[in-house]
């Protein structure tokens, strides 16, 4: 199995720039995609971005693209993501996910087999 530890959230202000990391422990990290997804309070959790095992391949969805930056660097097991021009919609937990079963950065939910604890993001106005 997997285990996941998110760390960087806090509290920023509109139009600032935080960078969350994601690191892994337990199995071979290179071997499978890696994603981060959020969830604001009375919301569904929902997609941010995705990376292949080969870092080669990002997936975002158009409310991030542009703003945020995923990136991985398998010598130190994890998974980074670089919000830039941050805005008070962005605030959410932050869980990063890995999906064990493939190095496709995949946007669904259900293909990824572990999950880290979270970390909160708040961007006042």
């Known amino acids: 199995q997997v285990q996941l530890v998110e760390s960087?959230?806090?509290?920023?202000?509109?139009?600032?720039?935080?960078?969350l990391s994601c690191a892994?422990?337990?199995?071979?990290?290179?071997r499978y995609?890696?994603?981060?997804f959020r969830q604001a309070p009375g919301k569904e959790r929902d997609f941010v971005s995705a990376i292949s095992a080969s870092g080669i391949i990002t997936n975002y969805p158009?409310?991030?693209?542009?703003?945020?930056?995923?990136?991985?660097?398998?010598?130190?097991?994890?998974?980074y993501?670089?919000?830039n021009s941050l805005k008070r919609e962005d605030t959410a937990v932050y869980y990063c996910a890995a999906d064990l079963d493939s190095?496709?950065?995949?946007k669904q939910m259900g293909e990824y087999d572990a999950?880290?604890?979270g970390t909160q993001v708040t961007?006042?106005?």
């Open 62 to 79: 158009d409310s991030v693209k542009g703003r945020f930056t995923i990136s991985r660097d398998d010598a130190k097991n994890t998974v």
């Open 103 to 106: 190095g496709y950065p995949t």
């Open 115 to 117: 999950w880290g604890q």
């Open 33 to 36: 995609a890696m994603g981060w």
């Open 8 to 19: 960087g959230g806090g509290l920023v202000q509109a139009g600032d720039s935080l960078r």
């Open 24 to 30: 892994a422990s337990g199995r071979t990290f290179s």
């Open 81 to 83: 993501l670089q919000m």
């Open 123 to 125: 961007v006042s106005s």
